[in-house]
């Protein structure tokens, strides 16, 4: 069973030029009803498909409930209801898209670094400022992969045993900051980094597994199987469920700290009586020198291949987490 993308939105705020932070801004009710709207338009749309339709009346359904706690109370000259987070001074609206919204990032991003660097050298610093930061985004592209499964094995029996290739593509933005002195009147030559990315599609490439209904006999053995046949994604990751992205980078010293956070999926039988969880992939953090992330940045991509079963709890023996980025491709 397939599902269609899934959008993970991170929410940012410009602190001098750029800082990203971990949390959404929430929607306007306005544009809560522009969504009610969209989604109804899908669901009575003859070209969408029957899966397409119950995707769409499923987020109905949250949009609704969520609109009816934030928005109800704003109706009949009541006072408004305050926002649950606090919105960024800069625009928050989301595009349609991840590619969309990550190229509307970027130029934001690279407009002010443009008009940082038009302005004459005796502007670009009050009295007393020392160094500047000044962000460029780069536009990359990528995907993950997980390959692993799990076995749970109650009373010396095999009760469920799954295999799995997960698969997610992702495009996002390398942030270079370069810091200026204003003394000087040039730039350091020191760089940081970080990286934004949004999930763009997530796909199960392939699955096998079955989970037992019914044990009998001492010691235990299962006598019925169900087989593992539907997958989904799990709750809350798709958007706006989930505010992290796939994969996300920061200078730290002489290093470049990386992570990746894998997609969970709830695998099941159109028969009923079991389900499991892909928890594989969580954990991947990966150190790397300076050097060798500017080495990524001049070839323009980079691939990390790890066995993570020794450092994921939900991994089974032998699991492996590729990662793949295309710096500067175009979006």
Partial sequence: ?????????????LVCWFAPVAVA?????????????????????????????????????????????RCAKQKGGAAPMKPALLKPSVQTSQAAFPEEEMAR????????????????????????????????????????????????????AIKQELTYTIRESFVGNLIVTRYYDPAAGRYT?????????????????????????????????????HPMDIWELAEGEEYPGRNSGVVSAVSDGPFVN????????????????????????????????RDEFKEWMRRGTARIKREVSKTSPGCRPGSTLTLEMQFGAKQ
């Fill in 105 to 156: 990032r970027r130029e934001a991003i690279n407009a002010q670094s443009q008009q940082f660097d038009a302005k004459p050298k005796a502007q670009r610093a009050t009295p007393g400022e020392r160094e500047i930061a000044v962000p460029r985004a780069i536009p990359l592209t990528g995907s993950i992969q997980v390959e692993s499964g799990t076995n749970a094995t109650p009373y010396a």
């Fill in 189 to 225: 030559g020191r760089e940081d980094y970080a990286i934004q990315t949004l999930s763009t599609e997530i796909d199960v490439v392939k699955h096998s597994g079955r989970g037992c209904v019914q044990f009998a006999g001492s010691p235990a053995a299962c006598k019925q199987w």
């Fill in 258 to 289: 990386v992570r990746v956070d894998a997609p969970n999926i709830l695998f099941s039988s159109s028969k009923g009586g079991i389900t499991m969880k892909s928890d594989c992939g969580d954990l991947l953090r990966e150190t790397v020198k």
């Fill in 25 to 69: 801004a929430p929607f306007t009710c306005e544009e809560l009803q522009e969504r009610i709207a969209t989604f109804k338009a899908t669901i009575k749309k003859k070209t969408a498909s029957a899966e397409q339709k119950a995707e769409a009346q499923e987020q109905l359904d949250r949009t609704v409930k969520y609109y009816d706690s």
């Fill in 1 to 13: 069973m397939q599902r269609l993308c899934r959008l993970s939105l991170w929410s940012f705020v």
